[in-house]
């Protein structure tokens, strides 16, 4: 989608490693999301940052962690992956204000294996 | 705590008849909604949103919603359904507290059969 990316696209890890995952905007919104998609549940927010440096959790922050030093990039690490962070990851940006909807990346699909 | 409910996992429908895709809310203070669209192994797309004002809302794609306050509702409408409009469904609530978080609901898979 246009002023967002994700990479990777796609990842097989093994249970126990770390893993990165990247959002990166060329929009210079001000909010950013990461999102995860599983089937029954639609979409759970994870983290989301209000600036840099200013992160907060979402409902299901248990074994992520992020970081936002720059504007531009938001990046959600899995710390010890587990099964049950096999998901489709997505991240989101919105401008400042409470009219906008959000910009979804096109996601990350994560297998745990 | 703000919630979203859509209670139908699939609607099916016949091109060219009405559809519509139900949502119901629950918030403190007043609602921001909204509805996304997702097309097979894409991102969510956004349709179209209520903050304030007339209670029909438009979006993109022919979409409308008619947002109702007494009944907590957001339902998603479209006059005529196209084949192309097959696809999932959410309907969001934002949180009006810090951060402006939005909860999704669990969303709907519409089928528009030819």
């Known amino acids: 989608d246009a002023g967002i990316t994700q990479s990777p696209r796609h990842k097989v890890t093994e249970t126990g490693t770390p893993v990165t995952l990247r959002c990166h905007q060329t929009?210079?919104?001000?909010?950013m999301y990461w999102y995860r998609q599983d089937p029954g549940h639609g979409l759970r927010l994870i983290h989301y940052?209000?600036?840099?440096?200013?992160?907060d959790k979402g409902e299901v922050s248990d074994g992520y962690s992020v970081s936002r030093s720059k504007t531009e990039d938001f990046l959600l690490t899995l710390e010890s992956a587990t099964s049950s962070q096999t998901s489709v990851y997505f991240c989101?940006?919105?401008?400042?204000?409470?009219?906008?909807?959000?910009?979804f990346g096109s996601g990350t699909r994560l297998t745990v294996v | 705590a703000q919630s979203v409910a859509q209670p139908e996992d699939q609607v099916n429908v016949a091109e060219g008849n009405p559809l519509t895709v139900k949502c119901t809310y629950s918030v403190s203070g007043n609602p921001y909604l909204f509805w996304y669209v997702q097309y097979p192994n894409r991102g969510l797309q956004f349709l179209l949103k209520?903050?304030?004002?007339?209670?029909l809302v438009k979006g993109s794609y022919g979409f409308e919603a008619e947002f109702n306050k007494s009944q907590t509702s957001f339902h998603l409408k479209k006059p005529s359904a196209l084949v192309s409009d097959s696809a999932l469904y959410f309907c969001?609530?934002?949180?009006?507290?810090?951060?402006?978080?939005?909860?999704f609901g669990a969303g709907t898979r519409l089928f528009v059969k030819a």
């Open positions: 989101a940006i919105r401008p400042g204000g409470t009219d906008y909807g959000y910009t």
């Open positions: 940052s209000y600036g840099v440096k200013d992160t």
């Open positions: 929009e210079n919104h001000r909010y």
């Open positions: 969001a609530v934002r949180d009006n507290t810090g951060g402006f978080k939005t909860i």
């Open positions: 209520y903050i304030t004002g007339d209670n």
